[in-house]
């Protein structure tokens, strides 16, 4: 069955450091890959899509300057969170999505990437 | 401007009982509608989802009734469980063009025993 995993689940940093979370996708290929962050007064904000042949797009008050994202093939990548300061907690979940012919289109989750910024 | 939104925020059910989630939608050109089910410290996992031609979808104890004119939606839990206890968004998007999913902000049900 389609599995996605990230690592690390969690992960503690000191403010103003930076770190990096990775998506993998095991048993299909993802056409998109999309990060969201979590948290419980925001629910799920988007951050990027990604989606094969396009380039990554960020949605607003998310930058590529803040949130680098690597999505070399269709079963991996890597986001990193800059600078992170105290904002940026919560818990950063990957979303790998396989749509195309035959009205396939599903988005499976991550167990997440829990940041903490100390 | 919030494209999905859920009613109620919490619920609380009996074990047994029928627990209803309920779900609207402003675009549309929205056409799938999965609801994800997220426990605390893991990631939604997809429960079931429903496009737009149908206004039913039933697997197991989850059903998911959909009105297309009226832009909402469903999901019902029959004989519900203590483990059914989580919470449940509902998400909607245009189906095969790689647009982003739109969620809700959850609704977390509580089911006791």
């Known amino acids: 069955g389609a599995l996605v995993y990230q690592y690390p689940r969690r992960t503690i940093c000191k403010s103003g450091t930076s770190m990096r979370m990775e998506c993998q996708a095991v048993?299909?290929?993802?056409?998109?890959v999309a990060w969201y962050r979590q948290s419980p007064q925001k629910t799920f904000e988007l951050i990027a899509l990604?989606?094969?042949?396009?380039?990554?797009k960020y949605e607003q008050n998310f930058t590529q300057e803040k949130f680098p994202i690597s999505h070399p093939n269709l079963s991996f990548s890597s986001m990193t969170v800059l600078n992170a300061y105290l904002e940026d907690r919560g818990l950063y979940l990957c979303?790998?999505?396989?749509w195309g012919g035959g009205g396939q289109d599903t988005q499976y989750f991550g167990p997440g990437t829990r940041l903490l910024v100390l | 401007q919030q494209q999905v939104r859920q009613s109620p925020q919490s619920l609380t059910v009996w074990e047994g009982e029928t627990a209803i989630l309920n779900c609207s939608y402003e675009?549309?050109?929205?056409?799938?509608f999965p609801w994800y089910q997220q426990f605390p410290g893991e990631g939604p996992a997809l429960l079931i989802a429903i496009r737009s031609v149908s206004d039913k979808k039933e697997d197991g104890r989850f059903t998911i009734f959909f009105n297309k004119r009226e832009k909402k939606l469903s999901l019902h839990i029959t004989d519900s469980q203590p483990g059914d206890s989580a919470t449940y968004f509902c998400a909607a998007t245009q189906q095969g063009t790689g647009s982003k999913l739109s969620f809700g902000k959850g609704a977390k049900l509580t089911v006791s025993p």
């Open positions: 979303g790998a999505r396989v």
């Open positions: 048993g299909f290929q993802a056409t998109s």
């Open positions: 675009n549309s050109a929205f056409d799938y």
């Open positions: 990604s989606t094969v042949n396009s380039a990554i």
